[in-house]
């Protein structure tokens, strides 16, 4: 997927696709007891993502033995309704409830529509960590939540904590999936594109730094891929082996 096709996302799918993972760690947490009671489940849950293979920038696998969720509906609201949800769920919850981030987020993309960046972003951080308290600090969940910070820092033009984030979806990547999965390789080339552009248009940073990020980025996609061909074309050739009658 080209890194920056990030930018282009409608606003109303990016809602659905925060909302949707959102919702994928809630249930994702109410396996955790029982997979106690299920040895296998961890291990199906690992080789499914094996099998999906790539899926950046908010694409979530489901598990192929559930039906899919139906997209959750958005409803309507003015601004002082919602803010007034928020106060209400703070009031009765407390101040990291999780049912804060589905709001939140929707704040965000309503002010990011009207051109309030500054305040968008106020609310994406707000739902960032409101998340890492209910759900830890590897959570896939947060994938969609640090683009959506890169894209309304792009917005504002503050460039420092465009890297940032970009480096920032690199570790959650490599925590989440491990350091040579090939799950890891459209993050890299998002990377690599985003250094190269900021090379090219002076956005940030030292050119020559910026540069030896890059080269160090598209050197580990490289690796990782070659090491997932060379681990593919055995796997052809014992499978050949196997088939092949003695």
């Known amino acids: 997927m080209n890194a920056l096709c990030i930018l282009k996302m409608n606003l109303k799918a990016v809602i659905v696709s925060l909302l949707l993972i ?40 489901e598990s192929p033995e ?3 969720e139906p997209e959750p509906e958005i ?16 009031e009765e919850h407390g101040p990291h409830h999780q049912s804060l981030i589905r709001e939140l987020i929707i704040l965000g993309v309503k002010y990011a529509e009207q051109g309030s960046n500054s305040k968008a972003r106020d609310a994406y951080l707000r739902s960032l960590e409101i ?3 209910n759900f830890g600090l ?26 940032k984030y970009y480096e920032y979806l690199y570790w959650l990547y490599r925590r989440h999936y491990g350091e040579d999965s ?14 190269t552009e900021a090379i090219n248009k002076q956005l940030y940073g ?8 890059a080269q160090r980025a598209s050197r580990r996609a490289r690796d990782i891929n070659k090491q997932y061909d060379d681990n593919r074309q055995l796997e052809l050739e014992l499978e050949a082996q196997a088939l092949t009658p003695q």
């Open 138 to 163: 590897h959570s896939p969940g947060k994938f969609a939540m640090v683009e959506q910070l890169i894209i309304i820092n792009r917005a504002m033009g503050e460039w420092g904590e465009v890297n």
């Open 66 to 68: 559930e039906a899919p």
């Open 75 to 90: 409803e309507e609201m003015s601004q002082d309704e919602r803010l007034a949800l928020i106060h209400a769920l703070e």
């Open 22 to 61: 959102s919702s994928f760690c809630v249930q994702s947490q109410s396996k955790e007891d029982t997979s106690k009671n299920n040895p296998q489940s961890d291990e199906q849950e690992k080789s499914y993502i094996n099998v999906v293979g790539p899926q950046p920038f908010s694409k979530q696998p």
């Open 182 to 195: 090939i799950e890891l390789v459209p993050m890299l080339s998002a990377l690599v594109a985003w250094k």
């Open 131 to 133: 998340h890492r308290v």
């Open 206 to 213: 030292n050119g020559e730094t910026l540069f030896k990020e």
